[in-house]
């Protein structure tokens, strides 16, 4: 297979790109500097899939009327504790940073709150919501449902969306302790970049025309069935996820795609949760030795890293040297932004 011509962009580059994409379908300018913002911390820091590849996806959600690329979330305080958001049909993430000094207000008053938000649509990783609130001092945790495409354990149809999950807390000394990950064995943008770059997945992730496990990308594609994480355990998250997420925030259920299916998008209208907990005001004021602690007796463990700490070393390297971009993507990218 001959390898694909790449070119390199600075941080600064992509972000450019990725804002002129944005404004060139439609978003104003704080919702394009969000979701740039989001596009470029992906290249930076991984996965590639959910950067610069995802703004054709962002670009069709927004031209095919699916989604509203002007939107201004209304967030509002429901109870002592809880922010509600309305997304207003737009990407949950505006919401979200609209919320944030709000939600980070009211975690250091009460110890912990919450923010729910529907009629929102999702793509990326979740780990930009929980990041910002781990760096202000607080433990986060975020999920969001997805359209139904992972078959439960011992199902033959999907029923789950691959319903991702990011946790953050701080790190005394250094970058706060962040991760994020789907339900799923991998993640459906994940598939579809192998599938793109014509290669394999490294193992069976999804399920082929004959109900067989398969690493073949365009075979999962072609049946959309993906299997959880950890069989039934994988399962049993992503039942969480869609009660935390759809269920809690009012937002769509992953099986309920007809409207999704019309539009020919990639995401359903699901629901979010964020939860802020403020260490500080649950009594153990060591809390921040038991972080040390915890990442020390992982650090120089054979190979084990603490988990998310592989984006570190990606960040250093993009920052310094700036990422490589498939010559292929970036003239349908510059190709969006001139037509």
Known sequence: MTAASTTTLSLAEVRALAKSVLLSVGMDEGGSDVLADIVTSSERDGPRSHGLRMLPVYAQS??????????????????????????????????????RDDLIALARE??????????CHHLGGLRFDTEPLAEAGLVALAVINSLSMVVPQGGVRPV??????????PRP?????????????????????AAAEGHDLSHPA????????????????????????????????????????????????????????????????????????????????????????ICAEIEGNGDARVPGDGRLKKRASATAKGVLVST????QLKAMVTR
């Open 62 to 99: 927004f031209t095919s009327g699916y989604a509203n690329a002007a939107a201004a979330p209304l967030v509002e305080r429901i109870a002592p504790s809880v922010l509600r958001g309305d997304a207003d049909n737009g990407y949950y993430q505006i919401a979200a940073a609209a919320a």
């Open 110 to 119: 009460n110890g912990l709150a919450a923010f729910a938000c529907a009629n």
């Open 160 to 169: 789950f969306g691959t319903n991702p999950m990011s946790f953050a807390c």
């Open 328 to 331: 292929e993507l970036l003239a």
């Open 206 to 293: 999804g399920l082929d025309a004959q109900g067989a496990p398969s690493t073949d990308p365009n075979a999962i594609l072609d049946t959309r069935a993906l299997l959880p994480f950890g069989d039934h355990k994988g399962a049993a998250i992503a039942f969480m996820v869609e009660v935390l997420g759809a269920a809690l925030a009012g937002g769509t259920l992953s099986v309920d795609n007809a409207e999704r299916t019309s539009f020919d998008a990639l995401n359903i209208k699901g629901g979010a949760t964020l939860i802020a907990i403020d260490p500080s005001r649950f009594g153990n004021a060591a809390f921040g030795d038991y972080i040390t602690r």
């Open 173 to 193: 000394g250094g970058a706060p302790v962040v991760w994020d990950q789907a339900s799923s064995m991998v993640a459906l943008m994940d598939i579809r970049m």
